[in-house]
């Protein structure tokens, strides 16, 4: 997973809460990462050219008034072909068109991003769109055991609560709740049409705070051709009302009636590890289809998942693990961990879906006892 390739492309800022899988995914693409984030974790520096730590923390979210500085202080003497943002920004539009004026983005701007993570607008354009997605609204519902509420920008699955017990608050909306399959669609945007990357199947890992808390995705091999050219033409439909540009996901509910359509995610996801490919690297599509120019995209015979590990109970030190090379984003020795703190992620390859699943929660498993064992 870590693999460097030749620095012949130049060099790429990144910006997220977690760069690492961004950073890998520019080496697979033969640029020379400059990362910021909230980690630098070990594989993150070991990936970047440079690496430091982005201005803010996961409590209060990126400080939009020190971010500047901080990059033009990583960039240094380089020229940057661009920068990326990842996760930390949908709910800093203005920071990111600020951004924009320093930096060349490769990415949606403002604009893009307030329209698609506006739940109202969203709901909207759906509905001239024709496109199924859950009732929403800003009070409480008469039955909010039927409702989930959530964040407005939110990201990840953390932020989200079943309704029952909770009261309007700033910033949080009710979505009707919908029962099904959690599917995702990994696609790129030009700013009128979307290309579909590929699909997941994901599955939540729940806290007692967190009951929709993202657990990990697998890739699907095979997905239903008329299914997918519908759901095509309903990201084509939103990515031409927002302006949608380079890699995008879209959360899907597969109940007895079809999909529904969930919410847009206006940047690189969760999912990227498991869809890139160094033949045809996602990287140089999203920065492609952000210039307006042409691209290509990866083709997949098998399946491959990814899985984040959480600790199940306090950590006082963890302990020196000799990490297997299916593993990422690795805590490191002595670091002090509460409960519910991210430990790694897990990767896992496998002929079909069913079957990797399995493989990587067998071997998130067989990891977990490692740090468990040596719990004080």
Partial sequence: MHAKSPNSAGSLLIAAISGRALAAAARRAGYRPLVADFFCDTDTVALAERATMLPGDLQRGV??????????????????????LGSGFERMTETVDEIARHFQLAG??????????????????????????????????PDPENWVVKTAGGAGGG???????????????????????????LFVGDGQAADIVGFSRQWASPAPAAPYRYGGAVRL????????????????GLARRAGLVGLC????????????????????????????DADAPLIEAHLRAAAGRAYRLPR?????????????APIAR???????????????????????????????????ADLTR???????????????????
């Fill in 63 to 84: 400080d939009g008034e020190r971010i500047i500085e901080t990059l033009r202080q990583l960039a240094g003497d380089d020229r940057p072909v661009a920068i990326i």
């Fill in 108 to 141: 949606n701007n403002g604009a893009a991003i307030r329209r698609i993570k506006d739940p109202q607008a969203l709901a909207a354009d759906c509905a001239e769109l024709g496109i199924p997605h859950p009732e929403f609204r800003w009070d409480r519902p």
């Fill in 159 to 185: 932020h989200i609560r079943r309704a029952a017990g909770e009261t309007p608050a700033a910033g949080r909306y009710f979505q009707r709740f919908v029962a099904g399959r959690s599917i995702s669609a």
């Fill in 221 to 236: 091999r095979r997905f239903d051709r008329r299914q997918a050219e519908i759901i095509r033409g309903w990201l084509s």
């Fill in 249 to 276: 996901s879209a959360d899907l509910i597969r109940g007895p009636d079809g999909h529904t359509l969930i919410e847009i995610n206006p940047r690189p996801g969760a999912t990227l590890d498991i869809f890139d």
């Fill in 300 to 312: 997949f015979v098998d399946s491959m998942a990814s899985m984040v590990t959480y600790a199940a």
């Fill in 318 to 352: 963890f302990p020196s693990i000799a990490w297997p090379e299916w593993t990422a984003d690795h805590q490191s020795p002595g670091t002090r961990l509460i409960a519910g703190d991210p430990v790694c992620t897990v990767f896992a390859r496998g002929p079909s």
């Fill in 358 to 376: 399995r493989l990587i929660k067998g071997q998130a498993s067989r990891l977990q006892h490692q740090w468990e064992g040596d719990r004080t």
